[in-house]
């Protein structure tokens, strides 16, 4: 686990990616966070899209700037990816939370999101955020639990429109 680290997108993992993102393509499962849902085809035009998104160009009406990462290990294999928004509208601050993160599906259940989570609060300290919301729907007790490892603490949960619950926590940096 020690060599395992966050990285700004970039052309040198480009096969690395590519191969992360079929294989969550073909779980069929939903692509979290949401910026991993990007097409890759053309990955100068998706690294250009997270820059600009990180630089605050070009965003849609009402959302904010966002940084991306990916965790990579030593052999520059793409684990899992965090987009970590950098203020909260009222809308984040419901059901998006500061940080949305994912681990590839082959790779769960070995500790990496624990560690997505905790290199990702380091990177939020960095954007100046002193308290991170951090969310999960309630029936995604894998996310629950690694929230409370890293010292979420809980809020009131948000009821979405469809009955779905959203469990919020913050975690102090």
């Known amino acids: 686990m020690n060599k395992i680290r966050l990285v700004k997108p970039q052309m040198e993992f480009?096969?690395?990616?590519?191969?992360?993102?079929r294989e969550w393509k073909d779980s069929g499962e939903d692509m979290v966070p949401?910026?991993?849902s990007k097409d890759p085809s053309d990955f100068q035009g998706m690294l250009k899209f997270l820059s600009d998104s990180e630089q605050g160009i070009g965003l849609p009406e009402g959302w904010v700037p966002d940084s991306t990462f990916w965790l990579v290990d030593h052999d520059k294999r793409v684990l899992g990816a965090v987009n970590i928004r950098h203020r909260l509208t009222e809308h984040l601050?419901?059901?998006?939370?500061?940080?949305g993160?994912?681990?590839?599906p082959s790779e769960r259940q070995k500790g990496y999101a624990t560690k997505l989570?905790?290199?990702s609060i380091i990177e939020a300290r960095k954007l100046g955020i002193d308290k991170v919301l951090v969310?999960?729907?309630?029936?995604?007790?894998?996310s629950e639990k690694?929230?409370?490892?890293n010292s979420g603490k809980p809020d009131i949960d948000f009821y979405e429109e469809d009955g779905n619950v959203i469990k919020r926590y913050w975690?102090?940096?």
């Open 14 to 21: 480009e096969r690395e990616y590519l191969s992360f993102y």
């Open 34 to 36: 949401w910026v991993i």
């Open 93 to 99: 601050k419901n059901t998006g939370g500061h940080i």
């Open 101 to 104: 993160y994912g681990i590839r």
């Open 117 to 119: 989570l905790q290199l």
């Open 135 to 142: 969310v999960c729907d309630a029936d995604n007790i894998a």
């Open 146 to 149: 690694t929230i409370i490892k």
């Open 171 to 173: 975690i102090k940096n």
